[in-house]
């Protein structure tokens, strides 16, 4: 059974290599996104310790997104 | 309605769908590839080369939608004048230009041992080669032309001229004598497929498109940071 599982009748080779294919982009695309957004997410945290106490109040309490990214970068460290 | 696509009303909803997605993804994943690779039946003509069409025909289906959203995205952009939806449209590209690529990649891998070659210059191959030459522009667009406001200008312009490409692809197999098969599943009509390739196929296409919405939350929340960073020091 196994044995026909790989081989699929003479076709095992054009099946694997298409579900491999699929799955190794897939998760090359999946990393490639992950780690983009991980690093906007730092980079965005990192522009707002910058900024002064008073100023980052300010960003915080104008900005959802702002407060949502910096709790999401402080879960994720 | 507008609410939907205000970036900051959303944003919140945007980690709780990337969490859910992530929590049913692999379970999904594994059923849809034991009834892919295992479960389903050989066909009678194809033999198990069958197997590729729960690949090649979900990535071919996902392509096109894609490029028809982005395509309608950006003819809305031009008439309603929302800007957000620059940032939907360039989330959604790279998703559909990989499922395009996939598309022929795992179409040739099907067509060697049942055609008897890797490539031909069939209807439906060369209009799907167009597809990809248009996302390739629209991706290049927002990557290389400045100001961002231009190059969101030029990239929907490319869009809605490959939206001509999109029926051309659909209905190839059926305006020329093409080597690809015509379609065996018909919205409105009888499909040609039995239930125990459909289900497979099915399953493939939920769990892919379950794929594309995790990379497209992932790639809006990307955008939209990328956006308020910008706008940082003018709050």
Same mark, same amino acid.
Request: charged share 20%; with cysteine; proline share 3%.
């Given at each position: 059974m196994i044995e026909n599982l790989i081989t699929m009748n003479g076709y095992g080779l054009f099946v694997w290599s298409s579900f491999a294919i699929t799955i190794l982009t897939c998760a $090359?695309?999946?990393? %490639? +996104?992950y780690r983009t957004l991980k690093k906007y997410e730092k980079d965005f945290a990192k522009?707002?310790?910058?900024?002064?106490?008073?100023?980052?109040? @300010? &960003?915080?309490?104008?900005? %959802?997104?702002?407060t949502q990214v910096l709790a999401s970068y402080n879960k994720s460290i | 309605m507008?609410?939907?696509?205000?970036?900051? /009303?959303? !944003?919140?909803?945007i980690e709780k769908f990337i969490n859910f997605i992530n929590s049913i993804f692999f379970i999904l994943l594994a059923v849809a590839l034991t009834f892919a690779l295992i479960l389903s039946p050989p066909d009678?003509?194809? *033999?198990?080369? &069958?197997?590729? =069409?729960? &690949?090649h025909v979900p990535a071919a289906w996902i392509s096109l939608a894609s490029f028809t959203s982005i395509a309608l995205l950006s003819i809305a952009k031009f008439i309603f004048k929302i800007k957000n939806l620059n940032l939907i449209t360039k989330s959604i590209a790279p998703i559909g230009l990989m499922f395009a690529c996939l598309a022929v990649i795992t179409g040739s891998l099907w067509?060697?041992?049942?055609? *008897?070659?890797?490539?031909?210059?069939?209807?439906? @191959? +060369?209009s799907m080669v167009v597809l990809i030459i248009f996302y390739i522009f629209f991706i290049l667009a927002h990557k290389f032309v400045t100001p961002e406001e231009k190059a969101n200008k030029i990239s929907? #312009? #490319?869009?809605?001229? *490959?939206?001509?490409?999109?029926?051309?692809v659909k209905y190839s197999v059926d305006w020329w004598n093409t080597l690809h098969q015509p379609a065996s599943i018909k919205l409105? *009509?009888?499909s040609t497929i039995h239930s125990s390739m459909l289900m497979?196929? =099915?399953? =493939?296409? $939920? &769990?892919?498109? $379950?794929?594309?919405?995790? @990379? !497209?939350? =992932? /790639?809006?929340? +990307?955008? @939209?940071?990328?956006?308020?960073? /910008?706008?940082?020091?003018? #709050?």
């Open positions: $090359l695309l999946y990393l %490639k +996104t522009e707002l310790s910058e900024l002064s106490a008073s100023q980052r109040r @300010i &960003v915080l309490e104008k900005s %959802k997104v702002a | 507008l609410d939907l696509i205000n970036p900051s /009303k959303i !944003f919140h909803w009678y003509l194809q *033999g198990e080369s &069958v197997r590729i =069409m729960y &690949v067509g060697q041992p049942t055609w *008897g070659t890797w490539w031909a210059w069939d209807a439906r @191959i +060369t929907s #312009i #490319i869009a809605i001229f *490959g939206l001509i490409n999109i029926p051309i409105n *009509g009888t497979p196929l =099915m399953l =493939m296409l $939920l &769990v892919l498109l $379950l794929y594309c919405a995790l @990379i !497209f939350l =992932m /790639k809006y929340k +990307t955008e @939209i940071i990328r956006i308020k960073k /910008k706008n940082i020091k003018r #709050i």
